[in-house]
């Protein structure tokens, strides 16, 4: 009947087994089915995350990390001090910057792993005991000589970890020399730097 024209808009799917009859109705079954086949690799990939003891790793570090952003940015929010939330943010953001370089490069996770299993505890640990002692209602003498060094701990933290970040990058930088070098190599080779002009 399609091949008579009978029904201009009709369309059969690839199995054989329906029968659309015009193209608003096809046009869905498409979608259905091509968020159907999303779908399903989507769980594929979970799939064979949970198989694979090198990407669950990943998963929990990465997991492991954003709890711990959580966690700063909800004491930065319980202090509300301008200049410990101006150091804090600071933290925040080098912290969120090294889990994103990490999801986008794996195998950089033994390089974090010490900042994660060993440098976060302890600067969380400062975070929330300068927190519950902002807290207190009575600022003596050692309670404000103890968030003094918090302070400035977390100014050395915040270099510590921009530090960690830009040696993540070192690759990325070794790499980018070495392409800018071949590339003036040939451009030389090929006459066509600005020295070659000059001749």
Known sequence: MIDLNMFPQAHIDDKQT???LND??????????????????????????LNDPEKKELRDVIELGKNYIEQIRSANTAINKEEISIKLYRLQNVV???FHHLENNPQKLPEVNKFTNHYLPITLKLVNSYKELNEQPVQGDNIKTAKNEIERSIDVINTAFEKLLDDLFGEVALDISTDIS???TLF????????????
């Open 24 to 49: 608003e109705v096809y046009d869905n079954y498409l979608e259905s089915q091509e968020s159907l086949k999303r779908r399903n690799e989507a769980e594929l990939k979970r799939q064979e995350e």
């Open 188 to 199: 030389t080779q090929e006459g066509l730097t600005k020295e070659d002009f000059k001749k």
């Open 18 to 20: 329906y029968f659309m």
């Open 96 to 98: 969120s910057q090294i």
């Open 182 to 184: 071949v590339l003036e």
